[in-house]
């Protein structure tokens, strides 16, 4: 079985080989093929799994181009998981909305409709490849912001592309671990978009734990999201959010954090990124063991404003692991195998929140086989949850417009109408600062 990575020279493959690596069942993945634009980090990432792969018998056969076209043809699988603009771009989104006391993280207000306003048009040429060099293929969108991006292709690439997310795995095994109950056991009620979901109960043989885990303050408090949002507000809630929502909730916190800090998530990142590439060139440097270093550094400075403005201390231990790849690879597995499974994907809606129409992408649990995801119905969302959910895809359909028109309106719109963008006056200036600093927004006009 053909696995492509589009992104393959992106930091985070090793972890989606390892996971490979680790499948010895009948019909797994046998040959990997790298795409990136950048063959100085498509050379550095093929030399860690060549390290990685060492010893490992039966190893996935790994080789990279830069041709996107030779990429996709006899693909089984593709996964996208590329950023346009790279890490400056990232680090451009933030200080461009921060500047107009905004916040701009990538995938949440103003940085996140940047990043979608460049990201749309390439992963829609994409798409369109894909439909004609491997109609047959099932494409997992890992690009963010997932939920839009995956959207974008759908048009295209109808229900064969699925959008994943590790956010909500993670903070479904969170719950399940306080309660101490086993993850694989429980049935996570969660639902919502990309980055705005809410879990409002946990299952295990049938009987929902969360109101247990509610009722103590003790137990709530003990763990990343009680910790991050407070136990009277998740008690206030009812329902567990999703880590990203602490951006809705304590915006302007969040601001004030990021504006203070010594430097941004995106420009943090791209010094980081740009030092273990860097060290790459050597052709001494031990290669799985930078990466792995930089990976640790990594994973314990997510979200560490967020953790600082709520007082919330260190990342746990058992958080520092990543999940996305397993995601990824349990998604393939239930596709390529029939192996039926239950994940939480980014999917078309078809009837399942009666608020939003059949095509629009939402964050909820599947049961995955041969066919593909099918979302599971969900109980309708409150109130408070409902209006967040729709001002949001709101915004994203305006992204999608000024993405396929051109048009400076609609972008202009995008940003005013999102709730964490206070004026039309900023939404407008953002378009004018965003416009400057990235080429691949040339096309607004």
Same mark, same amino acid.
């Given at each position: 079985?053909?696995?492509?990575?589009?992104?393959?020279?992106?930091?985070?493959?090793?972890?989606?080989?390892?996971?490979?690596?680790?499948?010895?069942?009948?019909?797994?993945?046998?040959?990997?093929?790298?795409?990136?634009?950048?063959?100085?980090?498509?050379?550095?990432?093929?030399?860690?799994?060549?390290?990685?792969?060492?010893?490992?018998?039966?190893?996935?056969?790994?080789?990279?181009?830069?041709?996107?076209?030779?990429?996709?043809?006899?693909?089984?699988?593709?996964?996208?998981?590329?950023?346009?603009?790279?890490?400056?771009?990232?680090?451009?989104?933030?200080?461009?909305?921060?500047?107009?006391?905004?916040?701009?993280?990538?995938?949440?207000?103003?940085?996140?409709?940047?990043?979608?306003?460049?990201?749309?048009?390439?992963?829609?040429?994409?798409?369109?490849?894909?439909?004609?060099?491997?109609?047959?293929?099932?494409?997992?969108?890992?690009?963010?912001?997932?939920?839009?991006?995956?959207?974008?292709?759908?048009?295209?690439?109808?229900?064969?592309?699925?959008?994943?997310?590790?956010?909500?795995?993670?903070?479904?095994?969170?719950?399940?671990?306080?309660?101490?109950?086993?993850?694989?056991?429980?049935?996570?009620?969660?639902?919502?978009?990309?980055? !705005? &979901?809410?879990?409002?109960?946990?299952?295990?043989? /049938?009987? @929902?734990? %969360?109101?247990? *885990?509610? $009722?103590? +303050?003790?137990? !709530? &408090?003990?763990?990343?999201?009680?910790?991050?949002? /407070?136990? @009277?507000? %998740?008690?206030? *809630?009812? $329902?567990? +959010?999703?880590?990203?929502?602490?951006?809705?909730?304590?915006?302007?916190?969040?601001?004030?954090?990021?504006?203070?800090?010594?430097?941004?998530?995106?420009?943090?990142?791209?010094?980081?990124?740009?030092?273990?590439?860097?060290?790459?060139?050597?052709?001494?440097?031990?290669?799985?063991?930078?990466?792995?270093?930089?990976?640790?550094?990594?994973?314990?400075?997510?979200?560490?404003?967020?953790?600082?403005?709520?007082?919330?201390?260190?990342?746990?231990?058992?958080?520092?692991?990543?999940?996305?790849?397993?995601?990824?690879?349990?998604?393939?597995?239930?596709?390529?195998?029939?192996?039926?499974?239950?994940?939480?994907?980014?999917?078309?809606?078809?009837?399942?929140?009666?608020?939003?129409?059949?095509?629009?992408?939402?964050?909820?649990?599947?049961?995955?086989?041969?066919?593909?995801?099918?979302?599971?119905?969900?109980?309708?969302?409150?109130?408070?949850?409902?209006?967040?959910?729709?001002?949001?895809?709101?915004?994203?359909?305006?992204?999608?417009?000024?993405?396929?028109?051109?048009?400076?309106?609609?972008?202009?719109?995008?940003?005013?109408?999102?709730?964490?963008?206070?004026?039309?006056?900023?939404?407008?200036?953002?378009?004018?600062?965003?416009?400057?600093?990235?080429?691949?927004?040339?096309?607004?006009?």
């Amino acid at each position: 079985m053909r696995l492509t990575i589009l992104g393959g020279g992106g930091f985070r493959v090793p972890l989606v080989y390892g996971a490979l690596l680790a499948d010895h069942a009948e019909g797994r993945v046998t040959h990997v093929v790298l795409h990136d634009l950048d063959a100085g980090r498509l050379s550095a990432v093929t030399r860690v799994l060549t390290e990685q792969a060492a010893g490992v018998p039966d190893a996935p056969e790994v080789t990279a181009t830069t041709d996107l076209d030779e990429a996709l043809r006899g693909a089984d699988f593709v996964f996208s998981a590329i950023r346009v603009g790279g890490l400056e771009g990232r680090a451009n989104d933030e200080r461009v909305a921060l500047a107009e006391g905004v916040l701009g993280q990538e995938t949440v207000g103003a940085g996140g409709i940047a990043y979608g306003l460049r990201t749309v048009p390439v992963a829609v040429d994409i798409a369109r490849r894909v439909a004609r060099l491997a109609p047959e293929a099932w494409v997992i969108n890992f690009t963010n912001p997932a939920g839009l991006v995956t959207e974008a292709m759908s048009r295209h690439l109808g229900d064969r592309v699925i959008g994943i997310c590790d956010s909500p795995v993670g903070l479904g095994r969170r719950i399940a671990r306080v309660l101490g109950a086993n993850p694989k056991e429980a049935w996570i009620d969660y639902v919502g978009l990309n980055h !705005l &979901g809410w879990v409002r109960g946990l299952r295990v043989a /049938g009987r @929902d734990e %969360l109101p247990r *885990l509610l $009722a103590d +303050p003790d137990l !709530l &408090g003990s763990f990343e999201e009680g910790k991050l949002f /407070g136990t @009277d507000w %998740l008690r206030s *809630l009812g $329902a567990i +959010p999703n880590e990203y929502l602490h951006y809705y909730y304590f915006n302007r916190e969040a601001v004030r954090a990021y504006q203070q800090a010594e430097k941004t998530r995106g420009a943090f990142l791209h010094e980081q990124q740009a030092r273990f590439y860097a060290e790459m060139r050597n052709p001494e440097a031990p290669a799985w063991k930078v990466w792995d270093d930089t990976r640790a550094e990594r994973e314990a400075t997510y979200m560490a404003e967020n953790r600082e403005t709520a007082g919330a201390g260190e990342r746990d231990e058992d958080d520092l692991s990543g999940g996305y790849e397993k995601v990824a690879l349990a998604l393939m597995r239930a596709i390529a195998r029939d192996e039926r499974t239950t994940l939480i994907l980014n999917v078309r809606n078809q009837h399942t929140l009666s608020v939003l129409d059949t095509d629009a992408v939402i964050e909820v649990p599947c049961l995955v086989d041969a066919n593909g995801a099918h979302p599971v119905t969900v109980d309708p969302l409150p109130d408070h949850a409902t209006g967040l959910v729709c001002a949001v895809k709101a915004v994203e359909r305006e992204v999608l417009a000024a993405a396929d028109s051109g048009s400076r309106a609609s972008a202009v719109k995008a940003f005013a109408l999102h709730p964490l963008v206070d004026s039309v006056n900023v939404a407008r200036r953002l378009v004018d600062g965003y416009t400057a600093v990235h080429p691949g927004l040339a096309y607004l006009k």
